[in-house]
């Protein structure tokens, strides 16, 4: 049976911010999953180099992942931070695992509250975007945050192009 959209009633059932990013925390990553998902990125933007740091603080521990891809612009940056930012039905490289837009978000939530991602693309100014889940949890928003960490301000000044994921 073909439906007629255009005289269907409609309501708005945008999933609750809140309990989404909850939810995908909650999808089963290890930290090598998780890394393995995110590192995928890099070699699909192309690097040649990956860096792989950590600082243990219990807690307030970070891993940053950094890599001389193509990087990416202010645009393409918050599509990839958006979730589902991509179409399971477009076709694209044999070679790139992703597939639902998913990967970086679902990953880096499983293992953290906060996800930063610096970018900088050749010809565009350096950019950064930040998940912040307790600013999500609560506003209930769908919103990222234009913050970095202070120390990693310079973090991409050695690359012409790349990105860090703390």
Not at 102 to 124: E, H, M, N, P
Request: net charge negative; aromatic share 10%; charged share 25%.
């Amino acid at each position: 049976m073909k439906m007629n959209y255009e005289e269907l009633k409609t309501a708005n059932a945008t999933p609750a911010a809140a309990s989404m990013v909850e939810t995908f925390r909650a999808m089963g990553y290890s930290l090598e999953t998780a890394m393995a998902d995110i590192l995928d990125n890099s070699i699909s933007a192309g690097a040649n180099n990956i860096w792989i740091s950590r600082i243990w603080k219990g807690g307030q521990s970070i891993i940053t992942i950094k890599d001389d891809g193509i990087g990416m612009n202010h645009q393409e940056l918050i599509e990839a931070m958006r979730p589902g930012s991509q179409n399971p039905l477009e076709e694209r490289s044999k070679s790139d695992l992703g597939r639902f837009g998913l990967g970086l978000k679902t990953a880096s939530f499983s293992q953290c509250r906060r996800l930063t991602v610096y970018s900088k693309k050749a010809d565009y100014k350096p950019v950064y975007w930040t998940w912040d889940l307790d600013y999500v949890a609560k506003t209930n928003q769908w919103e990222l945050l234009q913050w970095i960490p202070d120390e990693y301000i310079n973090a991409l000044d050695d690359v012409s192009h790349g990105t860090l994921v703390i």
